[in-house]
C-alpha cells in the first residue's frame, strides 16, 4: 500500500468521514470560491492559515474532484507554494501534481465503495466507474496504479 493510500486511509478513519467538506472543516481549511479564469483551483498556506480556492466556473461534478486534489497539496505539500514553481521558476511539478492525484483518487473511490460498486460484475470499464464514481478517468486508473 502507499504512503499516500495510508495517510487517505488514516484520514478517513480518524474523523470517520470521506466528505472532502467535512474533512476541510474539521483540518480548518478555509474553502472560497472566486472567478479563476482557466484554473481550476489552488491551495494557499499564508502563515499557517490554509486556503483552497476554487473556480467558481467548475461544473458540479468537477468540485469535489479540485477539492480533493487541492486537499492534497494541502496534506502531502503544505509548505510547498506550488503556484509560485509552477509560474514563476523552472521547477518541473508533476510529481506534486500527480501526489495530489492520487490522494484525490483514494479519497473519492475508497476501497469499499470501489468494491461494492464491482460486486457481482465479472468485467467493469475504467469509463464505467469514471462515470459510477464521478470522476475523469485519470483518477479512476491512479486508484488501480497506486
Known amino acids: ?6 495517510k487517505v486511509n ?9 466528505n ?3 474533512l476541510c472543516d474539521y483540518l480548518n481549511i478555509n474553502i472560497k470560491k472566486d472567478p479563476l479564469g482557466s484554473t ?18 467548475l461544473e458540479e461534478w468537477e468540485e469535489p ?7 492534497g497539496h494541502a496534506l502531502l505539500h503544505k509548505n510547498t507554494n506550488i503556484c509560485f514553481l509552477k ?7 508533476n510529481k506534486l501534481e500527480n501526489e495530489a492525484n492520487e490522494f484525490a483518487a ?9 468494491n461494492s ?8 470499464t475504467i469509463e464505467q466507474m469514471s462515470k459510477h464514481f464521478r470522476v475523469p478517468v485519470e483518477l479512476v486508473m491512479y486508484k488501480y496504479i497506486k
Open 10 to 18: 488514516s484520514l478517513i478513519s480518524r474523523y470517520e468521514t470521506s
Open 87 to 93: 509560474n514563476y521558476t523552472y521547477s518541473n511539478t
Open 1 to 6: 500500500m502507499s504512503k499516500i493510500k495510508q
Open 40 to 57: 481550476k483551483g489552488y491551495f494557499l498556506n499564508i502563515s499557517g492559515e490554509y486556503f483552497i480556492t476554487l473556480n467558481t466556473d
Open 65 to 71: 474532484v479540485v477539492l480533493a486534489h487541492e486537499l
Open 117 to 124: 460498486f464491482s460486486e457481482g460484475y465479472d468485467y467493469i
Open 106 to 114: 483514494h479519497l473519492l473511490i475508497t476501497d469499499d465503495a470501489l
Open 20 to 22: 472532502i467538506y467535512e
